[in-house]
Structures are given as structure tokens and as C-alpha cells.
């Protein structure tokens, strides 16, 4: 479980917010920018992604999303938030209120996975089995 005292928006790096900022909720624009950075920097983003997500994923937030969304809707909401940038993040995390409901499955503009879709097709594995280049 998520350590909600110890954590702030701003314990991810500005480097991250920096590349979602610059691929505007567009997964396209995001799939080019990744695809320019080191097998390091594409994990670095997929697991800083994952640790802002995963914030968003217990209380006080599931008290403000729809009482029958699944785990997988849950994650679904929290990759949609943070893909909307810093300040958006940043106004959900001060006022739990704020975190949508629902979120449809697929949403344009939520930019999880794009990471792991660039990962596979430039590194030829999984982002998961990812290794420390030398």
C-alpha cells in the first residue's frame, strides 16, 4: 500500500512532469518523444508513471471514485489523472474530491503503457525484464 504521508506530488521528478507536459494528453506525441530517450530514461518514465499512479489508488481518493469501479477502473483513473500533468495531479492530490468517478477504458488521454508499448518495440523485451545498461 502507497505511503500517502510520506509522499508529495513533487517526489516525481520535474523531468517526468516535464515529458507529459510536453506530449499534451496525446499518445502519439508521447510514443515520439519516448522513443528518443536511452532504454534507461524509457523505464526511469514508465516507472516514475507507475509511482505517481499508484498514490492515486487508495484513500482518501477510492471514497470520491464510483463505489463499483473495478481495481482495474481504479488504475484506469489514476494513469488518467497523472496524465493530465503536474497541476492537475497536484489539485487532485490537495482535494481528493477532485479525482474523477469513472474514466472510460481507453481513454484517448490517458498515456499509461506507451512506455511499455516503445520499451518492447525498441529493446525487443518487456519492460519488465528491464536491466541497467552498463
Request: glycine fraction near 6%; charged fraction near 35%.
Amino acid at each position: 500500500m502507497a505511503e500517502h504521508e510520506s509522499f508529495e506530488p513533487t517526489d516525481i521528478s520535474a523531468w517526468f512532469w516535464d515529458l507529459i507536459r510536453r506530449a499534451d494528453k496525446d499518445r502519439e506525441e508521447l510514443r515520439g518523444i519516448l522513443s528518443t530517450l536511452s532504454r534507461d530514461e524509457v523505464y526511469r518514465f514508465h516507472r516514475e508513471f507507475e509511482e505517481a499512479a499508484v498514490e492515486l489508488q487508495a484513500e482518501p481518493f477510492l471514497q470520491y471514485i464510483d463505489e463499483d469501479e473495478s481495481e482495474d477502473g481504479v488504475e484506469d483513473i489514476a494513469n488518467w489523472v497523472v496524465s493530465q500533468g503536474f497541476e492537475h495531479y497536484q489539485a487532485v492530490w490537495r482535494d481528493p474530491s477532485l479525482i474523477p468517478r469513472h474514466v472510460d477504458v481507453g481513454s484517448a488521454e490517458d498515456l499509461y503503457g506507451v512506455a511499455g508499448d516503445v520499451y518492447a518495440e525498441r529493446f525487443s523485451r518487456p519492460i519488465g525484464l528491464h536491466e541497467e545498461e552498463p
